[in-house]
């Protein structure tokens, strides 16, 4: 089975720009997440996506958004970008709901605002 | 709010050493608990979890296991590899979804 795929894997990007990563998760998998990894701040949670509906939310700002599709794919995307959005954004999907559920992550896309 | 304290690294270990990773949890209720790996210039892989107390969760000779009274869930290996050289992440998700709090991270270098 095939895992959790991000595209792209390397995103170089100029302030005030925006950006839209995309994330398949795992054959099967309905529940989609998007995290933050920086040096200075860890892992830090930004949605979940559930059967096409944002179930949980992190406190990122609105400039962060996301979507997830019928096929339950899923995209973030970041508008005016500053440079402390540089970072890796990883995707996690797993079944679904319930907590108990193992996230599969994916490799990440490594956003670099210049 | 939930929050995840892991043991500060670097946990620098020569070959076949016995491993352990401290970590401790805050959360309401009962979550569950994870163990993530993520070699270099990867993402994150599960290695192990418990949903429940005194549940013990095992994967590639490390184990965890879920301790309600001192809320730990410390990671051990028995005899580390190279190949073991990696950041490991504690990490909790509560009842309200699929969250996942992570700790800080611990990297760990095995030395032959």
């Known amino acids: 089975k095939a895992g959790v795929t991000q595209t792209p894997r390397y995103l170089i990007k100029t302030r005030g720009q925006q950006v839209t990563l995309s994330c398949s998760p795992i054959?099967?998998?309905?529940?989609v997440s998007w995290y933050q990894q920086t040096p200075g701040q860890g892992l830090q949670f930004l949605f979940e996506?559930?059967?096409?509906?944002?179930?949980n939310k992190g406190n990122f700002p609105g400039r962060f958004s996301g979507r997830q599709f019928s096929n339950s794919r899923s995209e973030m995307n970041v508008s005016t970008l500053e440079l402390g959005d540089s970072a890796l954004y990883l995707c996690?999907?797993?079944?679904?709901?319930?907590?108990?559920?193992?996230?599969?992550f994916g490799p990440g896309t490594r956003l670099t605002v210049t | 709010g939930n929050s995840v304290t892991q043991m500060e690294g670097p946990v620098t270990l020569s070959e076949e050493a016995f491993l352990t990773i401290n970590c401790t949890y805050t959360?309401?209720?009962?979550?569950?608990l994870f163990w993530y790996v993520q070699y270099p210039g990867e993402g994150l892989q599960l290695l192990l979890k418990?949903?429940?107390?005194?549940d013990k969760g095992s994967n590639k000779g490390f184990e965890a296991t879920y301790r309600k009274e001192t809320t730990s869930f410390h990671l051990e290996k028995g005899s580390v590899q190279v190949s073991d050289s990696a950041v490991y992440f504690c990490?909790?998700?509560?009842?309200?979804?699929?969250?996942?709090?992570f700790g800080a991270g611990t990297i760990l270098r095995v030395k032959s």
């Open positions: 996690a999907s797993s079944l679904g709901a319930r907590h108990s559920y193992e996230q599969y």
């Open positions: 054959s099967g998998h309905r529940s």
């Open positions: 996506y559930f059967s096409e509906t944002q179930r």
């Open positions: 959360a309401t209720g009962y979550p569950s």
């Open positions: 418990a949903t429940k107390a005194d």
């Open positions: 990490a909790l998700s509560d009842k309200q979804g699929n969250k996942l709090v």
